[in-house]
């Protein structure tokens, strides 16, 4: 049972929905990172989502291509964020995920950051551009490291599809809240209700829901139909213009109508 | 695939195939006067083709294809597209070694859409 697992299942048992957060792993800096995950854990966080920086985000809108490319210029790498996670491992027991572009992984060796990744205290690791017809290899070595597997749903997915996405997730599933890119945006999709209720017909995977999720009122309105809620580019935004910020106030506000 | 480049094999954009790459699997900037050439990442019929020994693939600068391209428009009246033009230079490059040989040349697009650049 890793600790992602663990944690939805507490949060369902009380009814509530649990919250998940993105922030960009090296921006502004590995060591602000490092406070930034323990002000998000004191917060309230359930899961945290460490984003390694890629040069070319292909999922991700201005905000998250931006702190990527902060991070890159911070000198992160894969091998950083792993020695990241080693250091809030230390300090802190929050769910921690990995949301990863396929190459960095690919060129680290699958194997190798499987293991290292769960040696380090992670709990599971999202890749965003697998999907799960080629994750044969990429499974076996995250199950074997006993690391929980995240795969993105659209709503434009067919059933046969989202079958195939449900069952190769572990710890939860993420429900691309509308098609396109990572970012806020005013009004959250009413695509990503009817996406959740046929996931939940499909699996008992806890389901979360993100993409655009960046108001109190959005985060109440997907806690309301889905079992997680990830907001991601709110956060990084909060960053950009506050690096030494008070995050964990930002998150705070973001659950406060839940 | 092939032994001349296990560390250059890399994902992006959904494929698997060789690709610029730093250590740390970013992807590279790459630069071409083709606007069609300049991209980090071959693709991967080519790369398969490259791997089976079916294709061998060379290089040609951005110079020797602007020099093939005003050759072919100045004695053929044929405005190559940049991308072609590095296929004419390859020619007029062996052109000497294929002198008993039947060359085809695919001339692939037309350059009218790249006078902008070379302007």
Known sequence: MTRIRQRFAERRQEGNAAFVAFVTAGDPSLDRTEEIALELDRAGVDVLELGVPFSDPLADGPVIQRASERALRSGTSLAGVLELVRRIRRRSEVPLLLFSYMNPLFRYGIERVATEAS??????????????????GWLGAARRADLDTIFLAAPTSPDARLQRVASSSRGFVYAVSRTGVTGEQGVLSLDASPLVCRLKKMTQVPVAIGFGISTPEQVAAAAAVADGVVVGSALVRFIEEHPGGDVGGQVRWLKSAI | MGDDGVKNIGVLHGTMTYLLQDEAGNVLPTHSVSAGLDYPAVGPEHAWLH?????????????????????????????????????????????????????????????????????
């Open chain 2, 51 to 119: 791997d089976h020994g079916r294709v061998r693939y060379e290089c040609v600068g951005d110079q020797e294809a602007l020099a093939a391209f005003h050759l072919l428009a100045e004695t053929e009246g044929i405005i190559p597209a940049l991308e072609s033009a590095h296929a004419v230079a390859w020619v007029v490059r062996e052109a000497a070694s294929l002198r008993d040989k039947r060359i085809l040349l695919n001339l692939s697009g037309r350059g009218d859409k790249d006078l902008g650049i070379l302007g």
């Open chain 1, 119 to 136: 040696d380090a205290g992670a709990d599971g690791v999202l890749v965003t551009d697998l999907p799960p017809e080629e994750a044969d």
